[in-house]
């Protein structure tokens, strides 16, 4: 079983849609969890960094963390189809360690 | 923001050649770079970390020898891929970090062996 789980997709929403985008974890060590966005043939983007539970806001994009259940979770509202591309999530126990990433859902957002 | 760049972002070359990939970080002293892989439609996979003048640390499964990391300045650091074969190719993408900060991603170097 992988430390990281991601909802895989793909996933299709129509412009304007709020996006659910998930990752389960069994490391209860963790306590540092990122979403980066990846863009095809470009390198990954971050876009939220968490640290332990709660939620964060920027703009569009909310992060919420529960550890209790070891999920977290990324919303994005308003979707955009620029907001199209492979979103990655990871987690890491410390931050000076190295993170563990998911393997990713890609997200097309149609006009 | 931070930025990091690669050199080259793509590059062809023949089976059995040797392939040198550039990650600099262009803003900030990279104290520690890593290495990673990706093939179409998967997650990263890290290769191996590096710290600033120290030897790499690679991960399982990694040769050391046929993927040379030398990271010899706050700034730079090179993944040389040796006697390079078509299964090598991929896309390589390089992350640096200074101290506890964020890790931030370079561009990426799509490599294709002959």
């Known amino acids: 079983q992988k430390e990281v789980e991601q909802d895989p997709g793909p996933l299709s929403v129509p412009e304007g849609a709020i996006v659910s985008l998930n990752c389960t974890y069994s490391n209860s060590a963790f306590q540092y969890f990122m979403w980066y966005r990846q863009y095809s043939r470009k390198g990954p983007e971050l876009l939220m960094y968490?640290?332990?539970?709660g939620n964060k806001e920027d703009g569009r994009f909310t992060a919420q963390v529960d550890k209790s259940s070891k999920y977290i979770s990324l919303f994005i509202r308003d979707s955009q189809p620029s907001d199209s591309a492979t979103y990655l999530c990871a987690m890491r126990a410390t931050n000076a360690g190295k993170s563990t990433f998911g393997d990713g859902t890609t997200l097309t957002v149609k006009p | 923001g931070a930025v990091v760049s690669q050199h080259p972002s793509w590059v062809i070359c023949k089976s059995g050649t040797s392939v040198k990939i550039e990650c600099r970080s262009l803003?900030?002293?990279?104290?520690?770079m890593f290495w990673y892989r990706q093939f179409p439609k998967q997650s990263l996979m890290l290769m191996a970390t590096?710290?600033?003048?120290?030897?790499?640390?690679?991960e399982q499964g990694v040769e050391k020898d046929k993927f040379l990391i030398n990271h010899a300045s706050l700034t730079l650091s090179t993944l040389t891929v040796t006697s390079a074969h078509p299964e090598d190719s991929s896309f390589y993408i390089c992350?640096?970090?200074?101290?506890?900060?964020?890790?931030?991603f370079g561009p990426g170097t799509r490599l294709t062996v002959l």
């Open positions: 968490t640290y332990s539970s």
């Open positions: 992350s640096a970090r200074e101290g506890e900060n964020e890790q931030f």
């Open positions: 803003d900030f002293q990279a104290t520690t």
């Open positions: 590096s710290n600033e003048g120290s030897k790499a640390t690679y």
